[in-house]
């Protein structure tokens, strides 16, 4: 399999891009050996290729498009064959064909590689997946409260296994939907945001609490900590947002909702577009009220708690 330098890839004009990603392209494919199809899925001989091929498809997705929606699609595909395997080490294959509504046949092939599904199909089997074996049963397991009602949250933000899964998510969860740059603000939110902006191939930004000296110019956003009696202000690079992009807001928690609110006023401020959301955990439901955001715009919880 022959690679082309990837780095020089950013740097080439649109139409030598259009000639040479034919063969980037081809080089991904060659990863999946398509030498066996089956209604056009390519097949997947070794389980070693799947960090490959995520890399490639990871750098693939950075142009925009429909080149873009097709590497997304093949990367959630092969993420879906990782969370079946990983679900075939607690269920048989005939308990997973109740749950999963797919003939024991079908998924023995899916999960030994021999086939990947098709995107709809990896869609409808993450769902159904993640609900055995997936990060909202782990997150729960790991929530703990003690008796003022807090619980700590170091092993969850700073669990690889955990952010990798969040990651995966994320990625089911948006894709094909148009991702330009992740938003987060500082700084529990910044491990998850990073394991999703590379996920989605896209850069990340991090509103934080100060002014950084080489940094021109800001824009900012002040607001008020529900029953604190505390004001924070949080700054993003004036440059750091261009009119069309369309910005995920990434974080662990959502609570009052105060800090997404803010995080929401700093891309309209850009005159950039909001996205979607995502969070691993959200206290109650009040915090929706507070955010601003278009009626059509997704908002992806993983984890809903109940106020204590």
Not at 98 to 106: D, E, H, I, Q, W
Not at 190 to 204: D, K, R, Y
Request: hydrophobic share 40%.
């Amino acid at each position: 399999m022959i690679i082309f330098g990837l780095e020089s890839f950013s740097y080439e004009t649109e139409t030598v891009w259009q000639v040479r990603v034919t063969y980037f392209k081809q080089s991904v494919i060659e990863v999946f050996s398509k030498s066996s199809e089956i209604d056009g899925n390519y097949k997947l001989p070794y389980d070693k290729k799947y960090m490959i091929s995520i890399q490639l498809l990871t750098f693939y997705c950075r142009r925009g498009g429909k080149m873009s929606t097709h590497a997304e699609d093949l990367k959630l595909r092969l993420m879906t064959i990782e969370l079946l395997r990983t679900a075939k080490k607690r269920y048989t294959y005939r308990e997973l064909s109740t749950k999963t509504g797919l003939p024991v046949t079908v998924l023995s092939r899916y999960a030994k590689g021999h086939v990947l599904p098709n995107a709809e199909r990896a869609r409808q089997l993450w769902k159904t997946l993640t609900k055995l074996v997936g990060l909202e049963v782990e997150l729960r397991r790991r929530i703990q409260f003690n008796e003022e009602g807090y619980f700590d949250n170091t092993w969850i933000i700073g669990d690889f296994n955990i952010l990798r899964q969040a990651a995966h998510n994320a990625l089911a969860t948006f894709a094909g939907k148009r991702v330009t740059k992740v938003l987060t603000a500082a700084t529990d939110g910044i491990p998850l945001a990073t394991m999703v902006a590379n996920s989605l191939g896209v850069n990340l930004v991090i509103a934080k609490r100060g002014k950084e000296v080489g940094v021109p110019a800001f824009f900012e956003e002040t607001f008020a900590l529900r029953d604190s009696g505390v004001t924070i202000t949080l700054y993003i690079p004036k440059d750091s947002f261009k009119k069309r992009d369309s910005v995920l807001i990434v974080d662990d928690m959502i609570k009052t909702g105060e800090t997404q609110a803010a995080l929401v006023n700093l891309v309209n401020k850009a005159r950039a577009e909001v996205s979607g959301v995502y969070s691993l955990i959200a206290i109650g439901d009040e915090w929706q009220r507070k955010i601003n955001l278009p009626k059509e715009c997704p908002v992806e919880v993983v984890t809903k708690l109940k106020p204590t």
